[in-house]
């Protein structure tokens, strides 16, 4: 009798787990990589380079994949009647509205002296409004794998609930600038568990008695950017009307110019935008800051979201979401494991 | 064991695990990164009443602490002449009459805006060093019984934390005995 109910869960539990299995794997659809450079001898990685994505990706990950060739022909004619797969980030709802897969996976690469070549990988989740984007530079020829196996894990991180990316670990004695959404005693015992591990805090945000910055406002740096990565909204000049004719007086075109400068500045144009802004800090004290860390709480703060950005190159370092833990030491420790650790390999 | 004294128990035992959690859910923690001199100068900030402010102050004096008038030189308190929580909502929060709807539309402004808060505030501080001659911010705050007491310590030469605590308000704590337990912690004496 006993037996046979032990049996009974150990039939449960490996049903769940196999049902579990099945339900996290994700699907993604390629597109093909697009050889920025004119050199016509690299046309060739245009279509390898996502295929051996898509290879790595099911083979190592469980990945259901649809490779280039099997999703509708989405090529564009550019100048001079030349005909390529060009994706332009506006036109991903459209785009995806018929391919049965999560994520849709696009890119493109320039080859570089040395043998070198570097890759802008583009990473859209269908449903959502927002792309991630991150460049990955490595050898060609046989060096090549090696790389293709490096953004596959990469993907894999990123094509997740988690939404992980890391370029970089954060070693301690470096010094961070926390940007957070927790105060008072529960901001101690933040900076406690990074004080600990060894890190060195600027005082940035914990000058004060109060910080008044809630979970909705902390939410606005979910998204983020940096020069090597980010994930940003999409944003289309198709939406924008800037409308004018006879009827427009001065004042009015003064705030058209207005708004037409802002749409630059804090959209088409934000990562110029952002690495003034960073340069300033920057400048404001050289040894002052080796790293930005927003961290973000959930109201209840036992969930937690982080983005890391090296302020020396102002690169995105690391993103990830859902870390969860019973108390604010707790999610603490976890956040310093995941900052002071690789990606992880498997699911 | 009649049922009714069972169940007297368990309750008995309830109430009192939630008596126990709710007491200890916040435990004290201490970091010091080194151990301040008691002739340091410093800048005490502290939100509250004069006659606290003024008890809390004495405490420092009484150590031999250069303690500097920031903060500590008007007759209001700090939430009535330079409230910091309004100060800081007017600039975490984007006021209309700042951005056009345009620039509302970005979450990105309002990135940029926290960007140039915080840097005023850096600049803020690298004044408070240079012109009140302040080596150390000392930020307090004092909590009632069960509630939880906090000190942190900004080193305005090395532009770090230096010293984080998390103490825990005992039944028997006031304003000074607080405030000598950090101090005691902060000087390590």
Not at chain 1, 130 to 149: A, H, M, P
Not at chain 1, 290 to 307: C, L, M, P, S
Not at chain 2, 89 to 100: E, G, H, Q, R, T
Not at chain 2, 144 to 163: P, Q
């Given at each position: 009798m006993k037996s046979g109910f032990f049996r009974y869960i150990f039939f449960v539990v490996i049903t769940l787990t196999f049902i579990n299995t099945n339900a996290s794997a994700e699907s993604a659809a390629f597109g093909f990589f697009i050889n920025e450079s004119r050199n016509e001898s690299f046309d060739y990685l245009e279509k390898i380079l996502p295929n051996s994505f898509a290879s790595a990706l099911k083979n190592k990950y469980n990945f259901d994949i649809i490779k280039p060739g099997q999703i509708p022909d989405l090529s564009a004619d550019v100048n001079q009647g030349i005909k390529k797969e060009i994706i332009r980030e506006e036109d991903l709802y459209q785009v995806t509205d018929d391919i049965g897969a999560d994520y849709f996976i696009y890119g493109s690469f320039r080859p570089l002296e040395d043998n070198k070549i570097k890759l802008t990988i583009n990473i859209f989740k269908k449903g959502t409004t927002s792309v991630f984007q991150f460049q990955e530079t490595g050898y060609l020829e046989t060096e090549i794998f090696k790389l293709v196996d490096k953004i596959a894990v990469q993907i894999k991180n990123i094509a997740s609930d988690s939404m992980i990316y890391k370029n970089d670990k954060i070693a301690s004695k470096s010094k961070l600038a926390i940007l957070t959404n927790i105060e008072g005693d529960d901001l101690n015992s933040l900076y406690y568990g990074f004080l600990t591990s060894g890190y060195k805090l600027s005082p940035i945000q914990g000058n004060e008695i109060y910080g008044i910055m809630d979970d909705k406002q902390i939410?606005?740096?979910?998204h983020f950017t940096g020069t090597n990565a980010s994930y940003h909204f999409i944003h289309s000049r198709k939406d924008i009307e800037l409308l004018h004719g006879t009827w427009s007086g001065v004042e009015y075109y003064k705030m058209l110019s207005e708004n037409k400068k802002a749409y630059e500045q804090y959209s088409f144009n934000y990562p110029d935008t952002i690495n003034e802004m960073l340069k300033k800090i920057s400048a404001f004290n050289a040894d002052a800051i080796d790293y930005i860390v927003v961290i973000g709480f959930d109201e209840d703060k036992t969930n937690a979201w982080i983005r890391c950005l090296n302020l020396k190159d102002n690169k995105l370092i690391i993103t990830e979401t859902g870390?969860?833990?019973?108390?604010i030491d707790d999610i603490t420790k976890n956040i310093i494991k995941s900052m002071t650790s690789g990606l992880p390999e498997s699911l | 064991m009649t049922p009714v004294s069972h169940l007297k128990k368990i309750v008995i035992f309830i109430l009192t695990s939630i008596f126990l959690v709710s007491c200890s859910s916040k435990k004290g923690l201490v970091y010091s990164g080194g151990k301040l001199s008691t002739n340091s100068k410093i800048a005490v900030i502290i939100d509250s009443q004069n006659n606290i402010k003024n008890a809390v102050l004495i405490s420092f004096l009484k150590q031999g602490f250069r303690v500097k008038a920031v903060n500590a030189s008007d007759l209001y308190t700090m939430k009535d002449v330079y409230d910091i929580s309004d100060l800081k909502k007017l600039s975490y929060n984007i006021a209309d009459a700042d951005v056009s709807t345009v620039q509302k539309s970005y979450d990105n402004v309002y990135k940029l805006h926290v960007y140039n808060f915080e840097l005023s505030k850096a600049e803020y501080l690298k004044q408070i060093r240079t012109e009140w001659d302040v080596e150390y911010i000392i930020l307090l705050d004092l909590k009632e019984w069960e509630k939880v007491s906090w000190a942190r310590v900004i080193n305005l030469k090395t532009f770090e934390i230096d010293f984080v605590e998390n103490y825990p308000t005992s039944y028997n704590d006031n304003i000074e005995t607080i405030t000598d337990h950090f101090i005691k912690n902060i000087t390590g004496k």
């Amino acid at each position: 009798m006993k037996s046979g109910f032990f049996r009974y869960i150990f039939f449960v539990v490996i049903t769940l787990t196999f049902i579990n299995t099945n339900a996290s794997a994700e699907s993604a659809a390629f597109g093909f990589f697009i050889n920025e450079s004119r050199n016509e001898s690299f046309d060739y990685l245009e279509k390898i380079l996502p295929n051996s994505f898509a290879s790595a990706l099911k083979n190592k990950y469980n990945f259901d994949i649809i490779k280039p060739g099997q999703i509708p022909d989405l090529s564009a004619d550019v100048n001079q009647g030349i005909k390529k797969e060009i994706i332009r980030e506006e036109d991903l709802y459209q785009v995806t509205d018929d391919i049965g897969a999560d994520y849709f996976i696009y890119g493109s690469f320039r080859p570089l002296e040395d043998n070198k070549i570097k890759l802008t990988i583009n990473i859209f989740k269908k449903g959502t409004t927002s792309v991630f984007q991150f460049q990955e530079t490595g050898y060609l020829e046989t060096e090549i794998f090696k790389l293709v196996d490096k953004i596959a894990v990469q993907i894999k991180n990123i094509a997740s609930d988690s939404m992980i990316y890391k370029n970089d670990k954060i070693a301690s004695k470096s010094k961070l600038a926390i940007l957070t959404n927790i105060e008072g005693d529960d901001l101690n015992s933040l900076y406690y568990g990074f004080l600990t591990s060894g890190y060195k805090l600027s005082p940035i945000q914990g000058n004060e008695i109060y910080g008044i910055m809630d979970d909705k406002q902390i939410k606005k740096f979910y998204h983020f950017t940096g020069t090597n990565a980010s994930y940003h909204f999409i944003h289309s000049r198709k939406d924008i009307e800037l409308l004018h004719g006879t009827w427009s007086g001065v004042e009015y075109y003064k705030m058209l110019s207005e708004n037409k400068k802002a749409y630059e500045q804090y959209s088409f144009n934000y990562p110029d935008t952002i690495n003034e802004m960073l340069k300033k800090i920057s400048a404001f004290n050289a040894d002052a800051i080796d790293y930005i860390v927003v961290i973000g709480f959930d109201e209840d703060k036992t969930n937690a979201w982080i983005r890391c950005l090296n302020l020396k190159d102002n690169k995105l370092i690391i993103t990830e979401t859902g870390i969860t833990g019973s108390s604010i030491d707790d999610i603490t420790k976890n956040i310093i494991k995941s900052m002071t650790s690789g990606l992880p390999e498997s699911l | 064991m009649t049922p009714v004294s069972h169940l007297k128990k368990i309750v008995i035992f309830i109430l009192t695990s939630i008596f126990l959690v709710s007491c200890s859910s916040k435990k004290g923690l201490v970091y010091s990164g080194g151990k301040l001199s008691t002739n340091s100068k410093i800048a005490v900030i502290i939100d509250s009443q004069n006659n606290i402010k003024n008890a809390v102050l004495i405490s420092f004096l009484k150590q031999g602490f250069r303690v500097k008038a920031v903060n500590a030189s008007d007759l209001y308190t700090m939430k009535d002449v330079y409230d910091i929580s309004d100060l800081k909502k007017l600039s975490y929060n984007i006021a209309d009459a700042d951005v056009s709807t345009v620039q509302k539309s970005y979450d990105n402004v309002y990135k940029l805006h926290v960007y140039n808060f915080e840097l005023s505030k850096a600049e803020y501080l690298k004044q408070i060093r240079t012109e009140w001659d302040v080596e150390y911010i000392i930020l307090l705050d004092l909590k009632e019984w069960e509630k939880v007491s906090w000190a942190r310590v900004i080193n305005l030469k090395t532009f770090e934390i230096d010293f984080v605590e998390n103490y825990p308000t005992s039944y028997n704590d006031n304003i000074e005995t607080i405030t000598d337990h950090f101090i005691k912690n902060i000087t390590g004496k």
